[in-house]
């Protein structure tokens, strides 16, 4: 029963592996599945030694050409192969047993391969084919939600955005990313097109992810792109779609007739149409911002790729280009991906060369920072966008100090450019039967130019610019790593080991420079002109590591497993004495159902095995290149006998200590993987405990020592400890109907467990709402989750007077004296009497209790379908845009759930009395007035396609067709009142912030998510 439920899948494999060629028809026959008697669809048929190949259709049948002498093969994946010599004329009928040996899975591993059945240590494995990559635009989005305990959230729906990876959740304040390594070599997510993915394994626990010591306590995600076969003749698939992306949902904010209304209510002024002496009201509904600034925008991708291979090699070519706009206008993103892979052996497979090249070339456009979402939301909507008597032509506020949105996105032209090349190419030999030695060489090349053009402009009281300006950047990052490993691999009788040894060294170098002039003339493009106004600086960086690494695998019987690995790491980043680490991991693995006692469960149990590891990983991913050694700084000028003198003063930067160290995690991992009736149903549950020491803290210097800046101190410890379970199903409701289950779910909680600088008492602030966060909106505080959110709770609304009265101390002193009737009632945390700062506190965080996925697909007679659902429950999230639209603290439009505030004549309502003259205490930005649910459930993607039958593509000599639809975030049920509640770290920088963590839950205007549908259409040549 098993081999049907990848009948169609294996169609589509082996469809991409043989190409039809036009011959006589001198045999045919049909292909069975041995144990199901079943028709086996997309076997390869193919004529020994030649490129000559058809595939069976899904009823088992072929037909193919042949001279006297020629020997058939035919191949499946999971099946054992099968060559018949033919005779023309004369049917031929195939029955095909399982391989056994294909049920047994390799999984990539560091520095190599394991069986799954081998496998000790938390690993996850996916497919290219369940990433969905024909239509992601990103490998990110392509990953969110599918494997428990990987977290991937949205920065935002910015085009030229970026994603947000965690593993295991957040255990530090600098880096928490994972380590990417694309084809064996260090490189980043982002240069890999989703459509050139084989499989992505995730490193989640130390025994797995230690062998990459000093880099791996994010996790480790290896990428294999796709390769060709041996003896497959070349074939060209092509994918092509386009979609149409536009934001799910508007936020209610006042048209104009209802903002000139409400200020006229309230006695506030209007650009004329409030309560300014001679204002009149405004008839209409005014400029709809949302409507100027949002549109339908347009994606464009199309992916081919090349590939086959020899007795003796492999290749693959692709290439891909992605034209995406952004749903703000004027923002958008251009790539271009161009892929080479190949491996050649010789002397009977005793050497073996190979190499794996991207080349990206990429161009974004708009200019998107942390007020670009809400100022369009703020602006009057009685403002016109155009307006003839501006002598730049542009509406203007005289109410408001924000520019007219449309006007800024055309006047502040941003455009980036970058060229991406990453190159890995090794040798490896095989010295004596079973040793290997592999040498191995990865190159990154990152080069990119940013411009920003400044028009000329009036945009009323935000402000004039005479002439236009004009700032240039370029910036190049460039590293190589060299690996010398070897291998030793060896089987006898019951006992089978694996042992690795590595040297690697790396080298990074980072260097920038930039310029900016003012006062332009018009239409020049160039920095030239006014030569006082112009600036210029540079910087460079260097980052050196080495590393020696060692890896003992042991199995006995398949039954008992045993790996054990250590690397020790090197660091230019630290100083003598402190620059080396030690990062030792053991795991030890049960294969219960290979025991004798377990013989009478082998009929239902494929696979039972316990699992056990232990670890330490590490972390020195920080700012700075250099915290231990004091820095110059230029830029110190002083004016003398009337001219300008240029200095430089050492020692003006906050200096680490000469101890500083790494991050060091020790992580403990206790698994289960469960396998019943021959694949059908799987089960996979870890629970682990992950302790982080020496967490790297910025420290800020007393305003005394006249030092800027933080230093940064090993100065904290944090625990996260988590479940993760998956379960996948596979089954058949008929003959032809095929369908999969796969469900998973994660929890994860952290905690600062000890500050060890400046007792317990030491904080570390986060973000702070534009210095209205009070103690800060979220914080680093012992004996609380990481950027737990920090503020006073509201109490519901005082209904009356005597209300007021009776909120008193225990001493009878009023608590909120200066209360009115409709005000928002706080609780007084800290029972001094009083409402201020001192009584914020923990009031929720971030990071949800749980998260979830949901994967539900099938075919039937060339139709298929996959529903991809994710979520989660119980994070938060601060809605900074409903303080700016709510709060009366900022002039401009305002929401419409202010028409239901609390009024004489209005009392039934949960929303505080209004005003912006009386100092109402509502407007404190340091409440969880702000702070709502940001659980979630969303219809990720929705795809649909249709395979056209085999035998409509004979005759004109393609392989495959499909046409499909795709709908990516078709709906999300929320009670978030923002437009998305997928939130990651923050895309651009927030003000009052250390570091990124500390954006996590925060919305301070974040570029809507869209929602995107899209139609395409994938052929085999």
């Given at each position: 029963m098993r081999r049907r439920l990848f009948d169609l899948v294996m169609f589509l494999f082996c469809q991409a592996l043989l190409p039809l060629f036009a011959q006589n028809v001198d045999v045919s026959g049909t292909v069975t599945d041995g144990s199901t008697h079943e028709p086996l669809s997309g076997v390869a048929v193919q004529i020994k030694g030649k490129t000559v190949g058809v595939i069976t259709d899904f009823d088992g049948k072929y037909a193919i050409?042949?001279?006297?002498g020629d020997v058939l093969v035919?191949?499946?994946?999971?099946?054992?192969?099968?060559?018949?010599?033919?005779?023309?004329?004369?049917?031929?009928?195939?029955?095909?047993?399982?391989?056994?040996?294909?049920?047994?899975?390799?999984?990539?591993i560091g520095y190599g391969t394991v069986k799954k059945s081998h496998l000790s240590g938390a690993v996850s494995s996916i497919t290219g084919k369940e990433l969905n990559g024909e239509v992601a635009t990103n490998v990110g989005t392509a990953l969110q939600g599918k494997i428990p305990g990987v977290s991937v959230a949205t920065s935002s729906g910015d085009p030229n955005g970026s994603m947000t990876i965690n593993i295991r959740g957040i255990s530090s304040l600098s880096n928490n990313n994972p380590l990417y390594i694309i084809d064996g070599a260090f490189g980043e997510i982002g240069l890999v097109d989703p459509n050139d993915i084989a499989s992505i394994e995730v490193l989640k626990d130390a025994a797995a992810a230690a062998i990459y010591g000093s880099r791996s306590a994010g996790g480790v995600v290896i990428i294999t792109t796709k390769t060709g076969r041996k003896e497959t003749p070349s074939q060209l698939s092509m994918n092509v779609f386009t979609g149409f992306s536009s934001t799910p949902k508007k936020l209610n904010v006042f048209n104009g007739n209802e903002y000139s209304r409400f200020a006229r209510y309230y006695n506030l002024p209007a650009d004329g149409y409030g309560s300014e002496p001679g204002a009149v009201e405004f008839m209409g509904k005014g400029t709809d911002w949302?409507?100027?600034?949002?549109?339908?925008?347009?994606?464009?991708?199309?992916?081919?790729?090349?590939?086959?291979?020899?007795?003796?090699?492999?290749?693959?070519?692709?290439?891909?280009?992605?034209?995406?706009?952004?749903?703000?206008?004027?923002?958008?993103?251009?790539?271009?991906n161009i892929r080479l892979k190949s491996d050649y052996s010789f002397f009977n497979n005793r050497l073996t060369v190979g190499e794996s090249m991207i080349l990206k070339l990429s161009k974004g456009h708009g200019w998107i920072y942390e007020n670009s979402i809400y100022n369009f939301l703020q602006f009057p909507t009685v403002i016109p966008v155009y307006d003839e008597t501006n002598p730049t032509g542009w509406?203007?506020?005289n109410n408001i100090n924000s520019p007219n949105p449309l006007a800024e996105t055309i006047l502040f032209d941003r455009k980036d450019e970058s060229t991406k090349i990453f190159l890995n190419a090794y040798v490896q030999a095989e010295i004596l039967k079973g040793l290997a030695y592999k040498f191995n060489v990865g190159i990154r090349r990152d080069h990119g130019t940013g411009r920003f053009y400044t028009d000329a402009y009036d945009l009323g009281t935000y402000g004039k610019n005479e002439k236009p300006d004009l700032e240039e950047s370029s910036s190049t990052f460039q590293s190589w790593v060299l690996e010398n490993t070897l291998n030793y691999d060896r089987t006898f009788g019951k006992h089978s080991l694996s042992l690795l040894a590595g040297y690697s060294a790396q080298k990074d170098r980072y260097w920038d420079m930039s310029g900016s002039n003012q006062d332009l003339s018009p239409f020049i493009y160039t920095m030239t002109g006014n030569v006082t106004t112009m600036k210029a600086s540079s910087a460079v960086y260097d980052l050196a590591l080495v590393s020696q690494f060692g890896r003992v695998m042991y199995s006995y019987d398949n039954r008992y497993l045993l790996s054990a690995s250590i690397r020790r790491d090197g660091s230019s980043r630290f100083k003598s004495g402190h620059q080396y680490g030690l990062f030792p991991s053991v795991s030890f693995g049960w294969n219960i159902h290979q025991e004798r006692f377990f013989s009478s469960l082998q009929q239902v149990f494929d696979q039972l095995k316990l699992r056990l590891s232990y670890g330490k990983l590490g972390n020195q991913e920080i700012n700075?290149?250099?915290?231990?050694?004091?820095?110059?700084?230029?830029?110190?000028?002083?004016?003398?006998?009337?001219?300008?003198?240029?200095?430089?003063?050492?020692y003006v930067n906050a200096v680490s200590p000469a101890n500083l160290t790494w991050e060091s995690t020790k992580t403990y991992n206790a698994g289960l993987d469960i396998g019943f009736w021959n694949g059908g149903l799987t089960l996979t549950a870890d629970v682990y405990m992950k302790n982080t020491d020496d967490v790297l803290l910025p420290v800020p210097l007393a305003n005394s020592e006249g030092i800027g800046g933080f230093s940064i101190k090993n100065a904290g410890q944090v625990r996260n400890a988590g479940f993760e379970l998956a379960v996948n199903h596979r089954g058949k409701l008929s003959k032809e109907f095929n369908y999969y289950i796969g469900a998973n779910v994660a929890t994860e909680k952290n905690k600062v467990t000890k500050i060890t600088l400046g007792g317990n008492q030491m904080v570390v602030s986060g973000y702070n709402a534009h210095a209205a966060g009070g103690q800060g909106i979220n914080m680093f505080r012992q004996g609380y989750p990481i950027a737990y959110f920090n503020l006073i709770e509201t109490d519901g609304l005082f209904r009356s007077q005597e209300e007021i009265e009776k909120y008193r101390d225990k001493n009878g002193k009023l608590i909120q004296p200066g209360a009115q009737i409709g005000d928002i009632r706080y609780k007084d945390w800290n029972g001094d009497g009083a409402i201020n700062t001192d009584d914020q506190h923990?009031?929720?965080?971030?990071?949800?209790?749980?998260?979830?996925?949901?994967?539900?697909g099938g075919d039937w007679k060339g139709i298929d379908f996959n529903l991809f659902f994710d979520g989660m429950s119980g994070n938060k999230i601060y809605n900074y845009p409903r303080y700016i639209l709510e709060s009366g603290n900022y002039s401009g439009n305002y929401s419409t759930k202010l028409a239901d505030s609390w009024r004489p004549d209005h009392q039934d309502t949960d929303v505080p009395r209004f005003s912006k003259t009386d100092g109402a205490d509502n407007k404190w930005a340091y409440s969880d007035r702000w702070l709502e649910d940001g659980s979630y459930l969303r219809l990720k993607t929705l795809d649909i396609g249709y395979s056209l039958p085999a035998k409509w593509l004979k005759t004109v000599k393609l392989e495959k067709v499909r046409i499909y639809t795709s709908m990516e975030n078709l709906f999300t049920l929320t009670r978030y009142s923002g437009y998305s509640p997928d939130l990651g770290e923050s895309g651009v920088g927030l003000s009052g912030m250390s570091y990124n963590v500390f954006s996590r839950g925060i919305d301070q205007g974040r570029y809507p998510l869209p929602r995107t549908i899209s139609f395409g259409i994938q052929v085999n040549l």
């Open positions: 050409g042949v001279d006297k035919f191949s499946l994946l999971g099946m054992k192969r099968v060559e018949r010599e033919a005779t023309p004329g004369i049917p031929m009928h195939i029955v095909m047993e399982e391989d056994n040996v294909m049920l047994d899975q390799v999984v990539v949302q409507d100027v600034m949002l549109r339908t925008a347009m994606t464009y991708k199309v992916n081919a790729n090349l590939s086959g291979g020899s007795k003796t090699g492999t290749n693959s070519v692709s290439v891909g280009y992605l034209n995406k706009d952004g749903i703000i206008r004027n923002t958008g993103h251009e790539s271009y509406g203007t506020s700075d290149f250099y915290p231990t050694l004091s820095v110059v700084s230029g830029g110190m000028n002083y004016l003398q006998g009337g001219n300008i003198w240029f200095g430089q003063l050492p923990s009031v929720g965080s971030p990071f949800p209790d749980f998260t979830f996925g949901l994967r539900l």
